[in-house]
């Protein structure tokens, strides 16, 4: 969301027109709005879950999982360009590193996050490195494999992840005195991970690096002649989004409060690149709507028809890509920041017509 | 939560003022139940890998409609929400939380598959919700001292594995054993039964050998079973291992008695594929009337099913028995909520749950009955021994249980 509201900020700048100070009100104006909106939206978040019952509290924070598990994937294939079939598998290595050391060795779930995230970001980079070889569809084949192998290769480490029974997990306590039960406390555990991963991959895409990602995507060769070194920058890719994806299984683990191989089906990693690409494939904002996605409209579909939940599913699939190509955030996102531009447009001329008036 | 306090003090007060010596004539009910409805939540894979079973949940719903077109238990409706949660404990989670937390069911009723059951048993039993008759053979389910609100159903692997040990004990006396085993909970249930069930005699397992699902081919453990000199088989397998292991051992000439879980014996899956003539001899057991077998055709009770399933859109399922299983799990259920009577809350139907004294039901073996008490969570516990003929399986000998 906030590429695009910028590309159209910057875009928008030569044709403004009338003087370069009112393009540059105009872009502090967008920055402060877009800073108010962001609180207030955090706001609604924090206010939320005391006006929902624990059920729904429960499934806003799936929401806010799979949305963490959608960005990550959405720095690898929106951004790099590089299509991952197999991110369902570092979800489960990230839930089973939280799963084991909880069980194991009685870490503290909160200490299980970091170790999560270094444990899936090296797996990332290491299953970048060979993943290097392979473009486009084939490095899809790649990752396929990877999460077609996954619940089985669980069954077969059965010492370190229970096999079939998988690990049953205590639900993390929340601290003493804050009055909030283990529902909410969990929804705010997930909410402050969400933040600091978009804030976080806000920082990566919008700067440097971000460009020499998207460099890489759009042409390969270009970027290469321009002195970015391809290799490097495909690779901490996919660390860094399998990094997050990890964060994500970690808190699954932790908020479901089991792990199983039937919970990292084929399936899952599906949903991720579906949700991906219903949000907006190379968008923040956009791994919101897909989280959304993934948790509502199965449910949706279910109660709709219980003898063809999939089909249904698949409908509300094209009616969505065929509505919205881009994706909702991707395809509503500039539309929206034309519309804002314009209204912020012609109140500021108008004001900068009254003040003139008031001068003279 | 409010709610639930709200509910939970309304029916101390109901309480107190029976204890004061009032009697109501009203009903006693938890979450879920009144006067005209009682609420049952249920998840199955509809879809995904496991779907295959979903029809016991057709079943169950089927025969909930028709308890309630007959009128229903005591005049109230059963309002069964079985929902898909494609064998995905996550989902089985979400999923059992809004039943249990929105649509404010009275229980969990037949859940099926090990994993989906494992993901939701803690949290069930720390909001004092009934699990009833989960659909997985697990040994677990039998444990009421630490999980008071879980009970199983069908006998669990290790009961079957025990039967098959109290055979080897009254006509092998001198066997000497080999057993093939999945190397999981599964595979290890069976095993670790059998040793229990040999007792002082278990090391008349001579060889044991274990396979992963991700084996392409389990030959070369026949091979190295049947150079341990045993003449005793057991095999815990699911059916693609066991067809291969019976293709081996036939095609290498070895001749033991060979022993063959109830998971794989499925003439369909399991046997066809192995070759039917490569079956013949083998023994398995089995706890109630496979529709496929024509010694049933003529009985009331397998004609009553057969009406049941046609007059409720099933009739393509009737070769199935996994359809017979889910009809025997809702009658059990049904059977209890009987006898709970007008006092519908989740205490009592625990309590009633474990008191089935021999509960017969029509679709389960002759002689093969409900037995549950305080400290037995284990309703099913007898099996019958069968063995194949190169078209069906033959029952034969007694009712034998295991424990």
Same mark, same amino acid.
């Given at each position: ?25 105009? $872009? ?14 955090? *706001?609604?978040?924090?206010?939320? @879950? ?43 290595? !990230?839930?089973? =590193? ?5 069980? +194991? ?6 200490? =299980? ?62 601290? @003493? ?62 660390? =860094? ?21 039937? $919970? ?6 599906? $949903? ?83 003040? /003139?008036? +008031?001068?003279? | ?7 939970? *003090? ?16 009203? !009903? ?42 007959? !009128? ?18 996550? /989902? ?37 919700? @009934? ?88 030959? $070369? ?18 059916? /693609? ?5 019976? +293709? ?67 009739? !393509? ?28 809350? +989740?205490?009592?139907?625990? /309590? ?52």
């Amino acid at each position: 969301m906030n590429e695009d509201a910028e590309g159209a900020a910057t875009a928008g700048k030569p044709l403004g027109g009338s003087s370069v100070t009112l393009a540059g009100t105009d $872009s502090w104006y967008i920055g402060y709005r877009r800073w108010l909106a962001a609180l207030a939206l955090i *706001a609604l978040a924090i206010a939320l @879950p005391f006006a929902l019952s624990n059920y729904h509290v429960f499934e806003l924070t799936l929401v806010m999982i799979y949305a963490i598990a959608v960005l990550g994937l959405n720095i690898l294939t929106g951004y790099n360009g590089q299509i991952s079939l197999g991110h369902g598998s570092f979800f489960a290595a !990230g839930a089973y =590193t939280a799963a084991i050391l909880m069980h +194991r060795y009685g870490v503290p779930y909160w200490a =299980t996050l970091p170790a999560a995230a270094l444990i899936c970001f090296a797996l990332g980079v290491l299953f970048g490195l060979p993943a290097l070889r392979f473009e486009g569809p084939y490095l899809a084949l790649v990752t396929l494999a990877l999460a077609v192998a996954t619940p089985q290769m669980l069954k077969y480490f059965d010492t370190w992840t229970g096999g079939q029974q998988g690990i049953n997990l205590v639900k993390p306590l929340p601290p @003493p005195g804050l009055g909030l039960d283990r529902d909410r406390w969990l929804y705010f555990v997930v909410l402050a991970a969400l933040l600091i991963a978009m804030r976080v991959a806000a920082n990566v895409l919008h700067g440097r690096s971000g460009r020499a990602l998207i460099a890489i995507r759009d042409h390969p060769i270009a970027a290469t002649a321009m002195g970015i070194n391809a290799a490097r920058y495909k690779t901490l890719a996919f660390g =860094t989004s399998t990094l997050f994806t990890g964060v994500a299984g970690a808190l699954s683990a932790m908020v479901i409060g089991f792990v199983a191989p039937e $919970s990292f089906s084929l399936f899952l990693s599906l $949903s991720f690149l579906v949700g991906s690409a219903i949000g907006g494939i190379a968008t923040i904002g956009g791994a919101l709507v897909g989280g959304l996605f993934i948790e509502f409209v199965p449910n949706l579909a279910n109660d709709i028809s219980d003898a063809a939940p999939w089909a249904i599913y698949g409908l509300a699939m094209l009616l969505f890509m065929y509505a919205m190509p881009r994706g909702v955030v991707g395809s509503l996102g500039p539309w929206l920041a034309q519309l804002t531009r314009y209204v912020l447009e012609n109140s500021s001329r108008q004001k900068m017509q009254t003040e /003139k008036g +008031r001068l003279s | 939560m409010t709610v639930k306090k709200a509910i939970a *003090a309304s029916l101390s007060a109901a309480s107190l003022v029976l204890l004061g010596g009032l009697a109501f004539a009203a !009903g006693q009910y938890g979450p879920g139940a009144t006067d005209t409805e009682i609420k049952i939540g249920n998840t199955m894979p509809y879809s995904g890998p496991a779907s295959s079973y979903g029809i016991i949940g057709k079943a169950d719903a089927a025969y909930f409609a028709m308890v309630n077109e007959q !009128g229903g238990i005591n005049g109230r409706k059963i309002n069964f929400i079985s929902r898909d949660d494609s064998y995905s404990p996550p /989902k089985t989670v979400e999923l059992v939380r809004q039943l249990v937390e929105q649509d404010q069911v009275l229980l969990m009723f037949n859940t099926l598959g090990t994993p989906p059951n494992v993901a939701i048993h803690a949290y069930l039993n720390d909001n004092k919700v @009934p699990q009833l008759f989960p659909a997985t053979g697990a040994n677990q389910w039998n444990d009421p001292k630490h999980f008071p609100w879980t009970m199983g159903w069908f006998p669990n692997y290790g009961i079957e594995a025990h039967i098959y040990a109290n055979y080897i004990l009254k006509n092998l006396p001198d066997a000497k054993i080999a057993v093939l085993y999945q190397n999981d909970d599964f595979g290890k249930d069976y095993l670790n039964g059998l040793k229990a069930g040999l007792g002082a005699k278990a090391s008349q397992i001579v060889a044991t050998q274990s396979y992963e699902t991700t084996d392409p081919t389990v030959d $070369s453990q026949i091979v190295a079973l049947q150079g341990s000199g045993a003449d005793v088989m057991m095999t815990a397998a699911i059916p /693609k291992f066991a067809a291969q292991a019976i +293709r081996k051992i036939y095609d290498i000439g070895w001749k033991p008695t060979h022993l063959l879980s109830s998971v794989a014996n499925s003439v369909g899956t399991a046997l066809k594929p192995a070759g039917l003539e490569k079956a013949v001899g083998i023994i398995s057991a089995t706890y109630y009337r496979d529709p496929t077998d024509p010694q049933w055709k003529d009985t009331p009770e397998y004609k009553e099913w057969l009406a049941f399933m046609n007059n409720h859109g099933l009739s !393509g399922s009737i070769t199935d028995s996994q359809a017979v299983v889910g009809y025997s799990y809702a009658q059990t259920m049904v059977a209890v909520l009987k006898m709970c009577g007008d006092n519908l809350t +989740r205490e009592n139907i625990m /309590k009633q749950a474990a008191s089935m004294h021999n509960l017969s039901l029509p679709m389960l073996l002759p002689g093969i009955t409900l037995n549950t008490s305080a400290d037995d969570y284990q309703p099913m516990k007898q099996m019958q021994l069968e063995k194949f003929d190169g078209t069906t399986w033959k029952l034969f000998g007694e009712i034998m249980s295991g424990t």
